[in-house]
């Protein structure tokens, strides 16, 4: 997630450099920065280039000050406030699409606030069809479904889900199974339905991108990728190919770890690798010199899922190998 904290008062501003820092430290944090008073001004410029947007204010300021902004549930960011004596941590905008809810209870760790949460499906203990989407990375194809699937989850209604059997993983969500009837199918799409609403479940590309030192063993990146995965909370299953640059091409190792995972291994060319631009690469002097790029793992995973794709877990090294997974668009 890309994260943008707005503070007002010299209290918010330290409580949201505090934020900032620990932040920094998460790999799934692909960027976090801050900014302080012209909150009105600040959102116009940012709103859509973040995923969430923490306002250290009172809650009236925020929502006075973004609700022309705001276009929809497909759209719209996260949006949480903090009172500025770091208390507690509300939920207000996409509590499930964008996330806002489980980074609510992220921040309330990281300041032991307490998390404010009015989602019913959350309070309830029930989990949506939006958090299933977003917890496994797939898009919904009709946004206006989602209310009337999530009012029969939580009427305890009998909820269907349909899928091929390649993502049976699903099923072992224990979440899932407490919520939905399973139905097996054929189809790539996974369908959720109750009476004559259906809403189509659509997975995004995850890929997941490889670079080593040289000679690595097949071992350490079997490791570190189900070590990256662990982190997202999703199965090895979930991986749709593995990537990496034409300067590994030969690695046994990477190859090796491909075969054993039973994923595709792409490989992205030097060319792409050298004229493809992103603001959020991480930046590798010793890479650069070596290859002419800047990173391998996070543009080849970014260039594999395709255009408008983005970093879901940024540049994590574990012993000689470094790992990025981005998730396509569509």
């Known amino acids: 997630m890309k994260i943008a904290l707005i503070s007002l008062t010299k209290s918010g501003k330290t409580l949201a450099m505090h934020i900032s820092n620990a932040l920094k430290e998460d790999h799934t944090v692909i ?141 072992e969500d224990m979440k899932v199974k407490k919520c939905y009837d399973k139905i097996i199918n054929q189809s790539e799409l996974l369908k959720v339905s109750y009476g004559s609403v259906t809403l189509n479940l659509e997975p995004k590309k995850i890929v997941v991108g490889i670079g080593s030192r040289k000679n690595i063993d097949s071992y350490s990146v079997v490791n570190a990728v189900k070590s990256a995965m662990n982190i997202l909370d999703l199965p090895i299953k979930r991986i749709n190919s593995i990537a990496t640059g034409h300067m590994k091409e030969n690695e046994k190792g990477i190859i090796d770890a491909a075969e054993e995972f039973g994923i595709p291994l792409e490989i992205i060319s030097d060319e792409l690798m050298r004229n493809f631009k992103n603001n959020d690469l991480s930046h590798s002097d010793f890479v650069m010199e070596k290859f002419g790029v800047p990173g391998v793992c996070e543009p080849s995973s970014l260039i594999a899922a395709g255009d408008g794709s983005t970093l879901i877990l940024r540049k994590t090294s574990y012993n000689g190998v470094t790992v990025a997974v981005a998730a396509s668009k569509n």
């Open 31 to 171: 960027r976090v920065d801050t900014f302080h008073k012209n909150v009105r001004h600040t959102l116009e410029n940012i709103i859509h280039n973040y995923d969430c947007i923490i306002g250290i204010m009172a809650t009236g300021i925020m929502i006075r000050n973004v609700c022309l902004l705001i276009k929809g549930k497909n759209d719209d960011p996260a949006i949480l406030v903090i009172d500025e004596k770091g208390k507690h941590v509300i939920s207000l905008l996409s509590g499930h699409l964008g996330g806002a809810n489980d980074f609510s209870i992220k921040i309330a760790d990281i300041i032991d606030a307490e998390p404010i949460i009015t989602t019913a499906t959350d309070i309830n203990d029930k989990f949506g069809v939006d958090c299933l989407a977003r917890k496994y990375y797939m898009n919904i194809d009709d946004v206006f479904k989602i209310k009337p699937i999530n009012s029969a989850i939580l009427n305890n209604k009998h909820v269907k889900i349909t899928f091929n059997s390649k993502y049976e993983f699903i099923w």
